[in-house]
């Protein structure tokens, strides 16, 4: 009896630690003895960048294992952020549609499954028809991006811009029954400038999240002031399961973006992934503005690039853990 105890015993506690270890997080992709002081002194530095204005941002990238988009994030209402850009879609992932003289520029079409029951709704709310689009203008080589592109592209002929290596990810992605990726279309250089109706758009090469990641700067107005917006298209919202390598290759895409937008002087912060920025709180600022109030999407230049700041210590922060090696 004594036997049978002891190897039942023996068997519960292989099966509890089985599960415990299936369970358990995947351990942390190191590439050396972790460097605690200078994770804690770059880490530092971004809380002090960040101050009370994007604390947010701080609090996300510098803790590891944060959440992700998701498709069931709830819904936003359509809003009209600037005279010519629209905020649709959810509170994970958001798409911007930019009027123009000659029709709407789309950056970034939402899951393949939800254009019909999320963006397409919401544009007919915004009274932005569908026929109009003339561009969809995809950040990054993720269904989740641009799996609504496909409808714009066939149905009204709308084109479709991505990255070529993007391009070759968008090809090779497992898409849902009845919902193909985009036909391949223009494929976007670093630098390359896209003008629909007067305005420029300008892509960035930003690799990071993917091979051939874009990140887009435009201009807007706010009651007829000119402001200039940037959106970086590849935030890596994981970095616990990045390499120092992948963690790297992100941080010099964030200096690089950091130097353009500053080129730039772009004042106004857009993300297609808004989880980190603080845009619930802009949107509810925004629709209870006051005649005169300032918008709460333009930060100004000076802020933008503490933004982005804030962003590239964090990351450092993280290769610091890591056990990588940090160019200061």
């Not at 369970?23 to 942390?28: G, V």
């Not at 520029?105 to 499954?113: T, W």
């Not at 009204?156 to 070529?164: E, I, M, Q, R, T």
């Not at 629909?196 to 887009?216: E, I, K, N, R």
Request: proline letters at 7%; charged letters at 20%.
């Amino acid at each position: 009896m004594r036997t049978k105890t002891t190897v039942l015993a023996a068997v519960l506690g292989l099966a509890a630690a089985s599960a415990a270890a299936a369970q358990a997080p995947p351990a942390l992709p190191v590439s050396g003895p972790p460097d605690w002081a200078g994770a804690k002194a770059h880490a530092d530095k971004a809380k002090a960048l960040a101050g009370d204005q994007w604390q947010a941002a701080a609090a996300y990238f510098c803790s590891p294992g944060v959440r992700v988009n998701l498709i069931s994030d709830p819904e936003i209402a359509p809003t009209k952020l600037f005279d010519n850009v629209w905020a649709l879609g959810d509170e994970g992932t958001t798409v911007y549609a930019v009027t123009t003289p000659d029709g709407i520029v789309l950056i970034d079409a939402l899951y393949p499954d939800k254009y019909e029951k999320t963006l397409l709704p919401q544009m007919a709310q915004a009274g932005l028809d569908p026929a109009k689009v003339k561009y969809v203008l995809i950040t990054h080589g993720h269904a989740d991006h641009f799996g609504g592109s496909t409808y714009f592209q066939q149905t009204y002929g709308a084109k479709v811009a991505l990255s070529p290596a993007d391009w070759d990810l968008a090809e090779k992605a497992k898409m849902p029954a009845g919902h193909p990726a985009p036909r391949r279309d223009v494929e976007v250089k670093d630098g390359e400038t896209i003008t629909v109706g007067g305005l420029a758009f300008t892509a960035v090469y930003v690799p990071g999240h993917t091979p051939g990641s874009l990140a887009w700067i435009f201009p807007v107005t706010d009651g007829g002031q000119a402001h200039m917006a940037g959106l970086f298209g590849s935030t890596i919202l994981r970095n616990d399961r990045l390499t120092t390598d992948n963690l790297a290759q992100e941080l010099a895409s964030w200096e690089k973006w950091a130097q353009a937008t500053k080129a730039r002087k772009v004042d106004v912060e857009l993300q297609n992934h808004p989880l980190f920025d603080g845009m619930p709180d802009k949107l509810k600022a925004l629709r209870a503005r006051a005649p005169g109030q300032p918008n709460p999407f333009v930060v100004g230049a000076a802020a933008y690039q503490r933004f982005a700041g804030t962003v590239a210590e964090c990351l450092k922060a993280d290769i610091s853990r890591k056990g990588g090696k940090v160019r200061d």
